[in-house]
């Protein structure tokens, strides 16, 4: 298994805070492959797809939600990934209104 943080790295608030999320790689079969988990973080945050839920918290956070996928992602205002995990549309509902969150976008 990988150590340390990886070439993605940069697109995280920091490497510590890369290696740090890397317990949630086994939510997405990646439990033996992180820094697949990290490039697929990446990937969703880069992602601009018409099937997600977004809105952007009071902090200048952009918080993105596939229902599908169920995979959320929390980006902060200089693009970089704070946190990326599976969860629930109840559970994003919940960070919207604790964030006082402005939707951008919203699948009906």
């Known amino acids: 298994m990988e150590k ?3 070439e993605n790295a940069k697109y995280w608030t920091s490497p510590e ?15 033996d492959y992180p820094y697949k988990y990290s490039r697929k973080a990446v990937m ?26 169920k995979e959320y992602i929390k980006i902060n205002s200089d693009g970089k ?7 629930s549309l109840r559970y994003f509902e919940k960070e919207m209104q604790k964030q006082n969150g402005e939707i951008l976008q919203w699948i009906n």
Do not use: M
């Open 81 to 87: 990934i704070i946190t990326y995990y599976k969860t």
């Open 17 to 31: 805070n890369e290696v740090e999320h890397f317990k949630h790689a086994k939510e997405f079969g990646f439990e």
């Open 44 to 69: 969703f945050a880069q992602n601009s797809n018409s099937d997600l839920y977004i809105f952007k918290g009071e902090d200048g956070c952009i918080n993105k939600y596939n229902e599908i996928t």
């Open 4 to 6: 340390g943080p990886s």
